[in-house]
């Protein structure tokens, strides 16, 4: 399938996303090579009722902003928590399990109270009316501040789809807060992140800064003014491809910043080619090459998973980078847990080099029965991921959980090495 043209409406499952697959990794390859049609057959992500919750979770760390979810069923909120964080979100009225009262009128009451509690400078309103007029919210609300409405449409389908959520939430950010170049201060990247920790974030601006260059976080953590100034930087960097490469395609695509498609800098030798592809880019290549040989010469691997067997439940281009760092470091890849294979990413299985075609491949989050069943077959010695850690925990596998501890640049490649360090008695080895 063709890459998404970003400047055409959103359309429903654009990446042809396949979100279920028990096998092994020649399998899977083949099925790929044979052009085989990926596809929801099913659905197995049980714990939420739609997409709308994904696009919360997109939205949920820029700053200044609230959210407004019109007429969502009663029944489905409960699914929505879990991905709201820390954001500000208001939900319409609903009555009955039905969709809530219609029109500005209910808008109008959430968008009131968001602005006395909030002052936001950006509200985003969730609705699944096309409709949604801002201008005429605006002028019945008749806020004091300037504020930016900024609709996206959804469906309340139940298709459930993480990363359709997350591109509803950028495609409206791209057409409707990115604005044009400007003469400006253009010595900074944009730095794209919807899924990762704050350490990510910490690790991989640090390497920027020390290559004197800075980093614009997007969307988590993100300014109105950030986004506002993206078109303006120098490239994009995205620490999930899975999750932000669709918006990292569409500001190459609508303004011309170029997109770095880099490997993540998971491991030395990955972390040294991610530096020289930054320097590269930026005009640095030699400079990024020597304090890459200075920070290496600083550490070095003990080889710590020597004869050890690593289950990885991450994302797919992170799986590329760690099975780098095991083959680095003596040990072996048991097995793989990807969240999701599309049209987007499915190149990658071909850098997984290295892997024995027999390892289990199990694609699709919340199956937690074939989980167990595969864990119990293949033994590993440990779990690397942020995926299904507690499960792997309870059935006596050591699990290194990656919400508060990064794995990218040097700083993950010290936190790995400590953590494998640590006394074979202690359960975690990581943050869990």
């Known amino acids: 399938m063709n890459q998404p043209n970003i400047a055409t409406p959103y359309l429903k499952m654009h990446r042809g996303t396949r979100l279920h697959f028990i096998h092994t990794l020649s399998r899977l390859r083949d099925q790929i090579a044979a052009g085989e049609v990926l596809h929801p057959d099913h659905s197995y992500t049980p714990d939420v009722w739609d997409e709308t919750p994904f696009t919360l979770a997109a939205l949920a760390g820029i700053r200044n902003s609230v959210v407004i979810v019109h007429a969502v069923p009663e029944y489905a909120r409960g699914s929505y928590s879990p991905k709201l964080g820390g954001a500000r979100v208001f939900f319409t009225q609903s009555e009955g399990g039905e969709r809530g009262s219609s029109g500005a009128e209910s808008i109008k009451d959430a968008l009131a109270l968001a602005i006395a509690r909030h002052h936001p400078q950006v509200v985003f309103i969730l609705s699944p009316a096309e409709d949604i007029d801002p201008a005429a919210i605006l002028a019945a609300t008749n806020p004091a501040e300037n504020i930016r409405i900024v609709p996206i449409a959804t469906d309340n389908q139940p298709s459930r789809i993480p990363y359709g959520g997350y591109d509803r939430a950028l495609q409206a950010i791209l057409t409707q807060l990115v604005g044009a170049k400007k003469a400006d201060d253009r010595r900074f990247v944009n730095l794209v992140s919807l899924t990762n920790s704050m350490a990510d974030l910490v690790e991989v601006t640090g390497l920027l800064h020390d290559l004197g260059v800075g980093a614009n976080p997007l969307p988590l953590f993100a300014t109105p003014a950030g986004l506002d100034r993206a078109a303006n930087a120098l490239a994009t960097l995205v620490l999930n491809p899975d999750a932000g490469g669709y918006f990292a395609r569409g500001l190459e695509e609508r303004h011309a910043v170029p997109y770095l498609s880099l490997d993540l800098p998971i491991g030395l030798r990955a972390t040294r080619r991610f530096l020289a592809g930054v320097g590269k880019a930026l005009g640095k290549e030699a400079e990024a090459l020597a304090y890459a040989e200075k920070r290496e010469s600083e550490r070095r691997d003990h080889q710590l998973l020597r004869g050890k067997r690593v289950f990885l439940g991450t994302n797919l281009a992170a799986a590329v980078g760690l099975t780098e760092l095991i083959h680095d470091s003596g040990g072996e890849v048991a097995g793989l ?61 050591r699990p290194f959980a990656f919400e508060s501890v990064t794995v990218y640049g040097y700083a993950g490649f010290d936190a790995i090495n400590q953590a494998l360090q640590q006394p074979a008695s202690k359960r975690w080895v990581g943050a869990a």
């Open 337 to 397: 847990a990807l969240p999701v294979l599309d049209s987007t990413n499915h190149h990658l299985l071909e850098r997984l080099e290295g892997l024995a075609g027999t390892i289990p491949v199990l694609l699709g989050p919340g199956q937690h029965p074939a989980l167990t069943t595969i864990l119990r077959r293949v033994k590993p010695d440990y779990y690397f991921g942020p995926f299904d850690v507690s499960l792997a925990a309870s059935m006596g596998v």
